[in-house]
């Protein structure tokens, strides 16, 4: 069983869709990071976080330490948010752990 | 300011060549990671510097692999007699203060190498 887990695996939406993406790990963690992929292969970090929720924008990642679960919202979809979300867990100074990466694609 | 850069972006090496990779992270920043990520998989850990310490290594496949950072800047990482499975694309990532997962990580574009 992998240390991270996310669901679902692909995601199709329309535009405006209020769109959810889980991540479940089994390990103790210090912090929580969800990453964006671009089509084009860049990563961009979105959230780094360790408790409660972050909200940046049109998206908004909630972590429940106890659970051992994050997710990640985007609101309002749009066809730009198209690309892999990767969730990744950290413990201290070690290594990130990730996820295998849930695939968005929205439609217009 | 200038973000994290990778050279080549491309590399297309014959099996059991060597190759290395490099990567500028950005200045300032004291840790910086390498990662590799395989057609259709997700990111693979392989190392990581922070300052002076000991790099953690505990990611390298196999001892083909070995990275140096010089001077706490610039990094190359180097696979030795390449296989075809270490085609991939190759990432680099910085961050300002903390290594491991302490601390917001800064993600180079990438090199893809083809072994043919």
């Known amino acids: 069983k992998n240390e991270v887990e996310q669901s679902p695996q692909n995601l199709t939406a329309q535009e405006g869709e209020f769109i959810t993406i889980n991540c479940s790990y089994s390990v103790g963690i210090s912090a929580l990071h969800w990453l964006q992929q671009h089509p084009g292969g860049g990563i961009v970090s979105l959230f780094m976080?360790?408790?409660g929720k972050k909200k940046h924008g049109r998206l908004i990642a909630t972590i429940n330490i106890q659970e051992k679960h994050s997710s990640l919202h985007i609101t309002a979809s749009h066809p730009r948010d198209s690309a892999v979300y990767i969730c990744?867990?950290?413990?201290?100074?070690?290594?990130?752990?990730f996820g295998s990466g849930t695939r968005l694609q929205v439609q217009p | 300011g200038a973000g994290v850069s990778q050279s080549p972006s491309n590399k297309v090496t014959e099996k059991g060549k060597d190759v290395e990779l490099r990567c500028d992270p950005i200045?300032?920043?004291?840790?910086l990671y390498w990662y590799r990520q395989s057609l259709g998989q997700g990111l693979e850990f392989l190392i990581y510097f922070q300052g002076n310490s000991a790099p953690d290594k505990s990611g390298l496949p196999s001892d083909r692999f070995s990275a140096e950072r010089t001077g706490g800047s610039v990094s190359t990482l180097t696979i030795q007699r390449t296989q075809q499975e270490d085609s991939a694309v190759y990432l680099c990532?910085?961050?300002?203060?903390?290594?491991?997962?302490?601390?917001?990580?800064?993600f180079g574009p990438g090199t893809r190498l083809t072994v043919t």
């Open positions: 990744a867990v950290g413990l201290g100074r070690r290594a990130l752990t």
């Open positions: 990532a910085s961050s300002p203060r903390l290594a491991g997962g302490l601390d917001e990580q800064y």
């Open positions: 200045s300032g920043h004291t840790a």
């Open positions: 976080l360790s408790s």
